[in-house]
């Protein structure tokens, strides 16, 4: 693997990511001053040339992260040689591969593609339009303004490195690979609030069962939110654990306050029971500490000091995530794995995968330990930003797995453990249990 020696942390970050973590190969790369292009060079002497239509043409520093470096519109290719699906998708470069003599030139720009969609540049430009969360937005994406959010991208270029190489006699075996459901679930409330059950019963219930059925949930013993045995034996189901991510504080009198104690008999009692069922403890921070890495330290050492845990992953609650600060902070924590990376607004592969991969800061331009599990899909935003019905949700839900299950990775869901009350969450139960059954369908294991 071979090219020039400016951009040299962005493009061996890609290398890495493509040869190592996805294809699981062994390569050596050499940085060749004044090189054009990527060459990849197989011991039998066959050459993968692919184009350079990005690091090339600018300065070697972060001046990428401008507005006037985004891809130039999204284009649609139809019948790319060695791509996986009919079309595909093209940020950088032209879309052709053509062979000449024993090697093989592809047009694309798959570095530039993959950094762009992995290393998530785009929401880091100045000036970033954010929602009333501080969120990046996924509508304001080129992935949502290209149609191709739902499109696991840098897994189609994988596989049309794959087939290249394959074409060109690569002897090596790469990683297997397979699908699996990552079931997620945020604990925001674990204990409900009868007044707004009934609250919310009366303005929205449409008849008298409906208001008796609300009436009995709120004044019911059993907490509609204890799901927790349910969903671990759902996830259990199909050979998988469940993650639980837990809130250690906030300061956010809205957002964070009056949630649920650590030092809380029932709280103390679900955590206990989720680690003696030996699923997995996560780290929620809170909607305070995004950005602040002494809150987010103090909220992490409080969970740890309570459970006696090391928690190594997580996500944010409301997703909030800036790049590259959030994950630099979980980084400099020495945390293994952040999920925060996906959308509120649109279910989708922001980083255009659903693969576990390392992460990228793009200000200090160096490689970080930290791996992102992209989140996917949060029944939250199926039912409060999409406004889809349970069956509706479920329907999207299934289509996604095909897709996951296509090109054998994980699929990381939220849905959170007080979304299974009929009253709020008609049907819901169900649609989350056709979930399982569908991935059972697909084939699956831990
Ligand atoms: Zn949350």
Redesign the pocket.
């Known amino acids: 693997m071979r090219f020039s020696d400016r951009f040299v942390a962005e493009r061996h970050y890609v290398f890495d990511v493509l040869l190592g973590d996805f294809l699981g190969l062994d390569y050596v790369i050499q940085i060749e001053p004044g090189a054009r292009g990527y060459v990849i060079e197989l011991p039998n002497g066959r050459r993968l040339w692919m184009r350079d239509a990005f690091f090339g043409d600018l300065p070697d520093s972060t001046a990428y992260l401008t507005s006037s470096s985004l891809p130039r519109g999204t284009r649609i290719v139809a019948r790319l040689p060695f791509a996986p699906e009919a079309d595909a998708v093209v940020l950088f470069g032209e879309g052709d591969v053509v062979q000449e003599g024993a090697d093989l030139h592809c047009g694309v720009d798959i570095v530039a593609t993959m950094f762009f969609m992995l290393g998530r540049w785009e929401e880091a430009l100045p000036d970033p339009p954010l929602d009333e969360h501080g969120r990046w937005r996924g509508a304001s994406s080129v992935a949502f303004a290209g149609a191709f959010l739902h499109r696991p991208i840098v897994n189609e270029y994988v596989e049309a490195v794959w087939s290249m190489l394959a074409h060109l006699e690569c002897r090596q075996p790469r990683r297997e690979r397979r699908f699996s459901l990552v079931p997620t679930h945020?604990?925001?409330i674990i204990y409900p609030s009868r007044i707004r059950t009934l609250g919310h019963a009366a303005f929205r219930a449409r008849s008298a069962r409906a208001m008796m059925q609300a009436a009995r949930i709120a004044l019911s013993t059993g907490s509609p939110f204890d799901t927790f045995d349910w969903l671990m034996d759902l996830s259990e189901s199909v050979g998988v654990r469940s993650r639980f991510?837990l809130?250690g504080g906030g300061t956010s009198p809205r957002y964070d306050e009056g949630r649920y104690r650590l030092a809380d008999a029932r709280v103390r009692a679900i955590v206990r029971h989720i680690l003696d069922r030996h699923h997995l403890l996560g780290f929620?921070p809170s909607?305070s500490a995004h950005l602040n890495p002494a809150q987010w330290a103090s909220e992490r050492r409080a969970i740890e000091a309570a459970f006696g845990v090391t928690l190594s992953e997580g996500?944010?609650?409301?997703?909030r995530f800036r790049v590259p600060e959030t994950w630099r902070m979980w980084d400099e924590g020495g945390m293994a794995v952040d999920s925060t990376a996906g959308y509120a607004d649109v279910e989708g592969f922001r980083c255009g995968t659903g693969d576990l991969f390392p992460t990228f800061d793009v200000r200090r331009r160096r490689a970080l330990r930290l791996k992102e599990r992209p989140l996917v899909i949060m029944e939250g935003t199926l039912a409060g930003y999409r406004k889809l019905s349970a069956r509706g949700s479920q329907e999207v839900v299934r289509r996604y797995i095909e897709v996951a299950a296509r090109y054998r990775m994980p699929l990381t869901i939220l849905f959170?453990n007080n979304s299974f009350d009929e009253v709020r969450w008609p049907g819901w139960r169900q649609a989350y249990q056709t979930i399982f059954d569908l991935s059972q369908g697909v084939g699956q294991r831990d």
């Open positions: 945020d604990l925001d991510n809130l929620h909607y996500r944010h609650h409301y997703l959170h």
